[in-house]
């Protein structure tokens, strides 16, 4: 069965500071990898995804894939009070298939 | 992205009862998902709703339980049957907007609660 692990957290970092949310994955044949992020009561909204091993950064946002290891990471600069938020790895199936395998997410707190 | 709405946003409906949710979006799309979101959980892919065939449904899912509609690239609805107090939820529609890259775009989501 293919899986997508998070730490649950929760994970608590001070303002101004980086948070590290980590994922790991069982299915070498994945391809893409994401992550969405998920505010209390809302749906998950996509923040990054990335394909190729190495960083790929957006603005605060910056995602790393080792695909050897089977590990995809999220980083996030300079931490807000609104980054605080339930925070959802998911990794495509591999095969072809265009079904998504979700974590079951890691809540961040950012404490002002 | 695509713009996504879901109707209704929440529920709160009987035992025995069936409701169904609908999800539009502004593009026709050519992969639509239906998942569902269990309180403190992570989300569960119910059935890809493909246009013109019937849904594909993955493990635990069947059809009598949670009939799917896709009759045009922009529109689905997903049928809760025969409610019970375990049904309560969120479920969410996704849209896949560029074929081959995986990447799902959410609705907002429909609440739904059974008593």
């Known amino acids: 069965q293919k899986e997508v692990e998070q730490n649950s957290g929760p994970l608590s970092v001070p303002e101004g500071a980086i948070a590290s949310l980590n994922c790991t994955y069982s299915?070498?044949?994945?391809?893409?990898f994401f992550w969405y992020r998920q505010y209390s009561g809302k749906s998950p909204e996509l923040i990054m995804f990335?394909?190729?091993?190495g960083d790929k950064e957006d603005g605060r946002f910056t995602a790393q894939l080792n695909k050897a290891s089977q590990y995809v990471s999220l980083l996030i600069r300079d931490s807000q009070p609104s980054d605080s938020a339930t925070y959802l790895c998911a990794v495509s199936e591999g095969g072809g298939s265009e079904k998504l395998v979700f974590g079951k997410g890691t809540k961040l707190t950012v404490n002002p | 992205s695509a713009v996504i709405s879901q109707k209704p946003s929440r529920d709160i409906c009987q035992r025995g009862t069936s409701l169904t949710i609908q999800c539009q979006v502004d593009?026709?799309?050519?992969?639509m998902f239906w998942y569902r979101q269990q309180p403190g959980q992570s989300l569960t892919l119910i059935a890809t709703?493909?246009?013109?065939?019937?849904?594909?449904?993955e493990s635990g899912f069947v059809i009598d339980k949670f009939p799917i509609s896709r009759p045009n690239l922009t529109f689905s609805t997903l049928t809760v049957s025969n409610m019970s107090p375990e049904d309560s939820s969120i479920y969410l529609c996704?849209?896949?907007?560029?074929?081959?890259?995986?990447?799902?775009?959410f609705g907002p989501g429909t609440r739904l609660t059974v008593l």
């Open positions: 990335i394909y190729s091993n």
């Open positions: 593009s026709q799309v050519t992969m």
């Open positions: 996704s849209v896949e907007t560029r074929v081959g890259t995986d990447t799902q775009y």
């Open positions: 709703a493909n246009q013109g065939s019937e849904a594909t449904y």
């Open positions: 299915d070498r044949g994945s391809q893409s």
